[in-house]
């Protein structure tokens, strides 16, 4: 079974500083990988996703994601906070096949201060 | 072209009762998937619907049930409601199975269980 794992559930970064929020999977076989980006009261928007072709993906808002093999991650980065960031943000890995279930990790708060 | 819709957006029941929530999945898409959010247990999967049939299922008790009409359309059911039921209810909508877990959120449904 498939998992993702995010360190941090909080992450607190001032206004033009670079965003690092972390994310590790655990797959049996190739995965694809999602970020997505949660405001207050309203549902998930993609933000990028990693499916076997390039990997460096570049998403929308200024943000790209690394898929790293040999370390097993999928790090989101930012180089220069903006305070329209401050959100949730969850990565997600599905396996290819006939199913889109997407399992979710637990998700990091990320907090933007000026 | 419009997004996932969700009816009703919030919704109090009391425990016992049961509800049905809608979603409209954005157009030309046919798979919808169902996702329970809350605070302890995260973004968690329902069920998965393509072709108005259920095509992989999480681990929610028989009291969760859904159903996909020929318009894509979907309705997930809870009966007997328990106050553990109160989350926030995501639909999402994707092309067809297995296009790599690109789904596309609606703003969800707030159910509160008294």
């Known amino acids: 079974a498939q998992s993702v794992t995010q360190l941090g559930s909080h992450v607190s970064v001032s206004e033009g500083a670079l965003v690092l929020l972390r994310c590790n999977y655990s797959?049996?076989?190739?995965?694809?990988l999602f970020w997505y980006v949660q405001y207050p009261n309203q549902g998930l928007q993609l933000l990028l996703k990693?499916?076997?072709?390039?990997?460096l993906v570049k998403g929308i808002n200024g943000f790209e994601a690394e898929f790293k093999k040999s370390e097993t991650s999928f790090h989101l980065t930012k180089p220069s906070a903006h305070m329209s960031d401050a959100a949730e943000y969850f990565c997600?890995?599905?396996?290819?096949?006939?199913?889109?279930?997407?399992?979710f990790g637990t998700g990091t708060r990320l907090q933007v201060t000026l | 072209k419009a997004g996932v819709t969700q009816t009703p957006r919030y919704l109090i029941k009391t425990r016992g009762q049961q509800v049905t929530l809608s979603c409209s999945p954005i157009?030309?898409?046919?798979?919808v998937s169902w996702y329970q959010q809350t605070p302890g247990q995260g973004l968690q999967f329902l069920f998965e619907?393509?072709?108005?049939?259920?095509?992989n299922k999480g681990n929610f008790p028989g009291r969760f049930s859904g159903r996909q009409f020929s318009n894509s359309r979907s309705e997930m059911n809870v009966s007997t409601l328990e106050l553990g039921d109160s989350a926030l209810y995501l639909c999402?909508?994707?092309?067809?199975?297995?296009?790599?877990?690109?789904?596309?959120f609606g703003p969800g449904t707030r159910l509160t269980v008294t």
């Open positions: 990693y499916t076997s072709a390039a990997t």
């Open positions: 157009s030309g898409h046919r798979s």
């Open positions: 999402a909508s994707s092309l067809s199975l297995g296009t790599g877990g690109e789904q596309y």
């Open positions: 797959s049996s076989v190739p995965p694809y």
């Open positions: 619907y393509f072709s108005e049939t259920q095509r």
């Open positions: 997600a890995v599905t396996l290819t096949g006939t199913a889109s279930k997407l399992t």
